[in-house]
């Protein structure tokens, strides 16, 4: 399979949320939070248009929360996507960190915040350095982020874009059949159907599918293949999914 990424309907919402968290009024608020179930493509998405930013002179920060963190982890990794060693106290560093954004424009991305959400200081550092630069904060996280993050209320306040992740429909499953298989071969639409209900609309799970289909085709020589062509042929787990 092609490794890309196809711009299904949570890429585009993300890239319309960031771009309305770049051209707000002076008076909006800047923090915007991406959160969803595992499996449905946060990280790659966001990754993705980290990447892209990059490429255009953005510079945006990444960073990736651990389970492990504390305030003073969380920092050192802020200050290693601005090239730099950790500065003590950590008032220096959160003083370097403002200073760097300010000068460079840059905006930072936070994943897997579910993490961190419990921890006071670690959150209020994040607020501080929004309200020290005002310039884009996105926090990525699990499904009940949202309702976590609401307990914060000095930051909740400060959330004026948001979308949560939805599992793929059948126009997405489609468009990654369409766009990542690298051999020509179609995909019935019973078989997709299936794909997206077994799946859960789980992203991972679909592009595993797709994987086995194209392996299946191109060992038999096939340019089509359905569900009565794939037969009893093993895509998933025989675990429970929820249906969508």
Same mark, same amino acid.
């Given at each position: 399979?092609?490794?890309?990424?196809?711009?299904?309907?949570?890429?585009?919402?993300?890239?319309?949320?960031?771009?309305?968290?770049?051209?707000? !009024?002076?008076?909006?608020?800047?923090?915007?939070? #991406?959160?969803?179930?595992?499996?449905?493509?946060?990280?790659?998405?966001?990754?993705?248009?980290?990447?892209?930013?990059?490429?255009?002179?953005?510079?945006?920060?990444?960073?990736?929360?651990?389970?492990?963190?504390?305030?003073? !982890?969380?920092?050192?990794?802020?200050?290693?996507?601005?090239?730099?060693?950790?500065?003590?106290?950590? %008032?220096? !560093?959160?003083?370097?960190?403002?200073?760097?954004?300010?000068?460079?424009?840059?905006?930072?991305?936070?994943?897997?915040?579910?993490?961190?959400?419990?921890?006071?200081?670690?959150?209020?550092? #994040?607020?501080?350095?929004?309200?020290?630069?005002?310039?884009?904060?996105?926090?990525?996280?699990?499904?009940?982020?949202?309702?976590?993050?609401?307990?914060?209320?000095?930051?909740?306040?400060?959330? !004026?874009?948001?979308?949560?992740?939805?599992?793929?429909?059948?126009?997405?499953?489609?468009?990654?059949?369409?766009?990542?298989?690298?051999?020509?071969?179609?995909?019935?639409?019973?078989?997709?159907?299936?794909?997206?209900?077994?799946?859960?609309?789980?992203?991972? %799970?679909?592009? #595993?599918?797709?994987?086995? #289909?194209? %392996?299946?085709?191109?060992?038999?020589?096939?340019?089509?293949?359905?569900?009565?062509?794939?037969?009893?042929?093993?895509?998933?787990?025989?675990?429970?999914? %929820?249906?969508?």
């Amino acid at each position: 399979m092609k490794h890309k990424i196809v711009e299904v309907k949570n890429v585009l919402r993300t890239q319309d949320m960031f771009a309305n968290l770049q051209s707000r !009024s002076d008076i909006t608020p800047g923090i915007g939070l #991406i959160h969803g179930a595992s499996g449905f493509g946060k990280t790659t998405t966001v990754t993705y248009m980290v990447n892209q930013l990059t490429s255009m002179g953005n510079l945006p920060a990444f960073v990736r929360c651990c389970a492990t963190d504390t305030p003073s !982890s969380f920092l050192a990794r802020v200050m290693k996507e601005l090239g730099c060693e950790p500065i003590f106290p950590l %008032r220096k !560093s959160v003083d370097f960190i403002i200073n760097t954004m300010n000068e460079q424009q840059i905006s930072l991305f936070v994943d897997e915040a579910d993490h961190i959400i419990g921890q006071s200081k670690t959150m209020e550092t #994040i607020r501080d350095i929004y309200d020290a630069t005002e310039l884009p904060v996105v926090l990525i996280g699990m499904e009940e982020i949202a309702r976590r993050i609401s307990h914060r209320k000095q930051l909740f306040n400060r959330i !004026s874009e948001w979308i949560e992740f939805m599992p793929a429909d059948n126009e997405d499953v489609s468009m990654f059949a369409t766009e990542l298989l690298e051999i020509d071969v179609t995909v019935g639409e019973d078989l997709l159907d299936y794909i997206r209900q077994r799946s859960g609309g789980e992203v991972r %799970r679909t592009l #595993i599918a797709l994987e086995k #289909i194209e %392996r299946f085709a191109l060992s038999n020589e096939l340019d089509f293949v359905d569900k009565a062509v794939w037969g009893d042929g093993q895509l998933f787990l025989n675990h429970s999914r %929820r249906q969508v």
